[in-house]
Each structure stands twice: as C-alpha cells, then as structure tokens.
C-alpha cells in the first residue's frame, strides 16, 4: 500500500534560518509528488509538485523541493524562513492514473521573529 | 473565481445525532474529493465523485457515512449516527479532468469543516 512519512512533526526555527522538511514516500510504480501548505485559519494550498523531468522542483515563496528516486523522498527546502511561513505542511503523493493522495502526518512549522 | 466552499465550518453534536457537511467545489470540476483528518493523524481519502459518479469509495470507514452528489455539483457527506472517533476535520476537494486521463495535477481544496462528537 501507498504511504507517505513526515519524519518530523513541528519544527521551530528562527527567522533567517534554513529549512529542510524530509518526506518519503512507499509506492511501487510511477508516482507525482506534492506539497501542500496551510497556513492558519486558511485552506490547503500547493506549495509545488513534482511530475516528471528537472527532479529540483521550485515552488512559491522560494520554496524548492528535490525529488530523489533511489531514496523516495521529496524533501522540502528553504534557504531563509520568514515568520509568514508560520504553517503546517504536507507532503503528499498520487499514482501517475488517478488524483487520488496519500498524505503524510503534516509538518507543523513555527517561525519566531 | 470563487474557489472550494464547504459549510458549516464548525459543528458539535452528540454521539447518535446526525451531521451534514455540504462540499460546493469550483465551478466546472468534474472531480470531488471528500478527505478526513483526525487529530494529528494524516489526510485520509474518503471518496472521489466524478460528475454525480462515486469513483473510489474506498476509503468510506463504515456505513454510518453516506455522500452524494446531485447533479454533479454540490455534494453533501452525511454521518448518521454521529459517533466519537468521527470527530475531525473533513476537507472537500475538487479538480479539472479536461482530457479524461484522470490526472490534472493539483487539487483545490476548502478550508475544511470541523466535526466534534461529544
């Protein structure tokens, strides 16, 4: 069966500081990769997804994420978080025939000035 | 372009009673989706209409849950009898499928309906 792991569940940085969120992913065939945010009181929305080619995706805000294929993962990445990226985020995967996702458990973010 | 509305966006019964969460998606989405998020758990897949069809009902957790799509617009997500472990958070999702393939790319989704069962 599919399933998606956020190794890390709340994180707290500083403002300025680097971001890196680890996602993995078990699937057996071809899959699309996603992030989504929400940020509070707010709905999901995509952060950046990845379907084929260039495996360094960019996203909004100056968010990146990279897919590697030996290690099923599709880390998330910022050089500089500002406090606007106070949210939780997840990562997410689709079998390449359906928009059907499989979640991971949500990374909480806090960003303290 | 109004985006994914879901209603009402917090609701709290009692264990037994019945409870209906409405799911209007963009206009012009085939594809809706009906996700579930419990307390620090993951999103699960509930359901995936496509027009007025049920797709996927796979991840439906038992009979007491009941959704329906009318005319392949608004769609509803009925619980009856509401019990304590439905408590949640119920994300509704809707997305293009202008070739067929089934695969568009992103999802759009509400911002959610909070379910507490006391």
């Known amino acids: 069966a599919q399933s998606v792991s956020q190794h890390n569940h709340h994180v707290i940085l500083s403002e300025a500081a680097s971001l890196e969120l680890g996602c993995n992913y078990s699937?057996?065939?071809?899959?699309?990769l996603f992030w989504y945010v929400q940020y509070p009181g707010q709905h999901l929305q995509l952060l950046l997804k990845y379907f084929s080619g260039d495996p360094l995706v960019k996203g909004i805000k100056g968010f990146e994420a990279e897919f590697i294929k030996s290690k099923f993962s599709f880390n998330l990445r910022k050089p500089s978080v500002q406090w606007s990226d106070t949210a939780e985020y997840f990562c997410?995967?689709?079998?390449?025939?359906?928009?059907?996702?499989?979640f991971g458990t949500g990374t909480r973010l806090q960003v303290f000035p | 372009e109004a985006g994914v509305t879901q209603f009402p966006s917090h609701s709290v019964i009692e264990k037994g009673q019945t409870v209906t969460l409405r799911c209007d998606p963009i206009?012009?989405?085939?594809?809706l989706y009906w996700y579930r998020r419990v307390m620090g758990k993951e999103i699960k897949f509930l359901l995936h209409f496509v027009k007025e069809s049920k797709q996927d009902e796979s991840g439906m957790p038992n009979n007491r849950f009941l959704a329906e799509r009318t005319g392949g617009t608004y769609s509803t997500l009925k619980v009856q009898p509401a019990e304590l472990e439905d408590s949640g958070v119920y994300f509704c999702?809707?997305?293009?499928?202008?070739?067929?393939?089934?695969?568009?790319?992103?999802?759009?989704f509400g911002e959610g309906s909070r379910l507490t069962v006391l």
């Open positions: 997410a995967v689709n079998a390449r025939n359906t928009d059907k996702l499989i």
């Open positions: 206009s012009g989405h085939d594809n």
């Open positions: 999702a809707s997305s293009q499928d202008p070739s067929g393939s089934g695969t568009t790319g992103e999802l759009f």
């Open positions: 699937y057996g065939g071809t899959v699309n």
